[in-house]
């Protein structure tokens, strides 16, 4: 089953100083950060903070590529989490067809943002997470694990670049 998710914010991650998108369940209380590299988070604070280029960065060129072959975006699928990777699928909509393309949480973010469509995780994902977070064995990640779930929507502002 999937659980409906927004973008609450993107933050630093302030042991390993590595870019995190926080996810956060929109009819809960559900938290999922996933790291994503600095280009990645990049391209999502843009769009978040609505900063127009002078000439259209990647996930911009595949939005007119998409609406060029008249293909709509229906969703975006935080869809595995795996070796503590996660893996997430692109859904079009084209001619009536349903097609799935795999990609990385962060390039499906970042166009699910241009193109307004609904961000999903799977539920499997979340129980996954919360589980590798449980059995950690590191003070570090337990630290953080703590720090992200103390967050309230006021801690979690806009990522600047």
């Known amino acids: 089953m999937e659980v ?3 973008i609450r914010g993107l933050m630093m991650d302030p042991v390993t100083q590595t870019p995190i998108v926080i996810l956060k369940d929109v009819s809960g209380g559900t938290i999922l950060p996933i790291w994503v590299g600095m280009y990645e988070a990049n391209a999502i604070a843009l769009e978040i903070e609505k900063v127009s280029t002078p000439r259209p960065m990647t996930h911009d060129l595949i939005k007119t590529l998409l609406c060029g ?8 699928v935080v869809s595995e989490l795996r070796d503590d990777t996660f893996y997430a699928m692109i859904w079009l909509e084209k001619d009536g067809e349903m097609i799935s393309v795999d990609s990385r949480p962060s390039d499906a973010l970042a166009l699910a943002l241009r193109t307004d469509c609904p961000i999903y995780v799977e539920e499997q994902v979340i129980r996954t997470s919360k589980a590798t977070s ?3 064995d590191k003070v570090t990640n337990d ?3 703590k720090w992200l779930e103390s967050l309230n929507d006021e801690d979690l502002g806009r990522y600047k670049m």
Request: proline fraction near 0%.
């Open 4 to 6: 409906e998710m927004k």
């Open 134 to 136: 449980s059995v950690s």
């Open 143 to 145: 630290e953080l694990k």
């Open 69 to 76: 072959l008249q293909a709509d975006v229906r969703k975006v």
